[in-house]
């Protein structure tokens, strides 16, 4: 059994000790911050498109299937509806969890999704994520983005609540690259 002691970096909080620090600290690399709130904005709209184009061509299909059954495949598009969720729920799941850590219109912007203290995201932190941001612009408005702007990270009210925060891409993998002395 392990016990936890002041020199123990585990993370957790016990005795005195601080709890893990931020993996990206807005003061001492602001470059990984720059334009983050823009980009994200294109970003959603590009995935929003992503999102479209399947739903959109469900419809036509339904639409279609309905003229050929002579009604009775218009039933189908109670469907539409659940399934456009579901849809969503694992295009984020599946992309943010994926290597990359990013949705499609993130990859496009050079972003990346990573939790507080650096690690990836994974399948459930993608699909609570998407959960959480939906929620919180329907119930309080389009103008809880605005938390973005009085924060050095650029994080939106979902991020706080879920430990996460988003990186320019481009700028962190130049950071990771040791200098050469020679």
């Known amino acids: 059994m392990a016990s936890a002691s002041p020199g123990n970096d585990d993370g957790w909080s016990s005795g005195g000790t ?6 990206y600290d807005p003061h001492q690399q602001p470059e990984l911050f720059r334009g983050v709130l823009t ?23 339904i639409a279609v299937f309905g003229v050929v059954t002579l009604g009775l495949g218009w ?3 109670w469907l539409v509806s659940p399934a456009s ?11 943010i969890g994926g290597p990359n850590s990013a949705t499609i219109g993130m990859r496009v912007m ?5 939790t507080w203290y650096g690690a990836p995201g994974y399948f459930v932190l993608g699909a609570v994520h998407a ?14 983005l605005l938390i973005g702007l009085f924060n050095g990270r650029r994080r ?10 988003v990186i320019n891409t ?3 993998s130049q950071l990771a690259q040791p200098a050469r002395t020679w």
């Open 85 to 95: 969720v579901i849809w969503a729920i694992v295009y984020y799941g599946a992309t």
């Open 18 to 23: 601080s709890p893990r620090p931020h993996a």
């Open 110 to 114: 050079d972003l990346e999704l990573r």
């Open 131 to 144: 959960v959480c941001f939906w929620i919180s612009v329907s119930a309080l408005s389009p103008f809880i």
């Open 75 to 77: 039933a189908l598009f």
């Open 39 to 61: 980009r994200r904005m294109i970003a959603f709209l590009i995935d929003l498109l992503v999102l479209a184009v399947p739903v959109i061509l469900a419809v036509i299909f």
């Open 156 to 165: 939106l009210l979902h991020d706080y609540v879920l430990g996460t925060v």
């Open 170 to 172: 481009s700028v962190r």
